[in-house]
């Protein structure tokens, strides 16, 4: 079984910073690719940046140049870094693993995280 425990959402002004991370307990698994999601009230989640086992990268369009994804694979934790944050960041963050063993991969999610950016 593989648990993922989100921390360090909150509330920040608007062009502030926030860090979050993604604790996972993966004995016996190795995860692989690693991502952030955000969802807002009756919206799909959507993705905000990834990260594989091997450090790259990709973001979304509108984080790009304020957010940096990292990971820390010796403690199996990922973090996000929220800089000059914008009103329009509001949403609850959530973390997502890939996960491999015995030659399958599966999907496990984090319990969320709000992060709320004032004006």
């Known amino acids: 079984q593989v648990q993922l425990v989100e921390s360090g959402g909150g509330l920040a002004q608007a062009g502030g910073s926030l860090r979050l991370s993604c604790a996972a307990s993966?004995?016996?698994?190795?995860?692989?690719?690693m991502e952030w999601y955000r969802q807002g009230p009756g919206w799909q989640r959507q993705l905000v940046a990834t990260?594989?086992?091997?450090?790259?990268?990709n973001y979304a369009e509108s984080v790009k140049g304020r957010f940096t994804i990292s990971r820390d694979n010796a403690k199996n934790t990922m973090y996000l870094q929220m800089n000059s944050l914008k009103p329009e960041d509001t949403d609850v963050y959530y973390c997502?693993?890939?996960?491999?063993?015995?030659?399958?991969?599966?999907?496990?999610w984090g319990q969320g995280t709000q992060v709320t950016v004032s004006s």
């Open positions: 990260i594989t086992s091997g450090g790259r990268t």
């Open positions: 993966a004995r016996d698994f190795s995860i692989n690719t």
């Open positions: 997502r693993a890939l996960v491999g063993r015995g030659g399958h991969e599966f999907q496990y």
